[in-house]
């Protein structure tokens, strides 16, 4: 028996009919080469420039200034990620204590209920 309506029985049920689908077919591929599927990885090939890079000492000055504010930033959000983490830690402690207040309450309520209606 159904909570709002009566339950159907189930040889009453019908299945609907399935939609029709267009036929897609995949697209063609062109053939990979034999040397291709066995070639292995090269190892980076590194050159050293013909001459020295050089940089103004202002960029940089500026180059490690971003380096350390963007180390920064990233300390400032480990430490929220902590004390959010500290936060629903509480939360959920605050939670269990009410719920188990609750519960207390209720199993009082329920002596008392008894004991009146005797």
Request: charged fraction near 35%; charge should be negative; glycine fraction near 2%.
């Amino acid at each position: 028996m159904g909570l709002f309506f009566k339950k159907k029985a189930e040889d009453e049920l019908t299945v609907p009919p399935a939609p029709e689908f267009e036929e897609i077919s995949a697209p063609e591929f062109p053939e990979i080469p034999e040397d291709f599927k066995t070639a292995k990885p090269r190892e980076l090939e590194h050159e050293m420039p013909a001459r020295p890079l050089f940089m103004s000492l202002g960029d940089y000055k500026g180059v490690i200034e971003e380096i350390e504010l963007t180390k920064n930033i990233m300390r400032e959000a480990e430490d929220a990620a902590v004390r959010i983490e500290e936060f629903s830690v509480d939360e959920e402690q605050q939670f269990k204590k009410w719920q188990s207040l609750v519960s207390d309450v209720q199993k009082n309520l329920i002596y008392c209920e008894k004991t009146l209606f005797r």
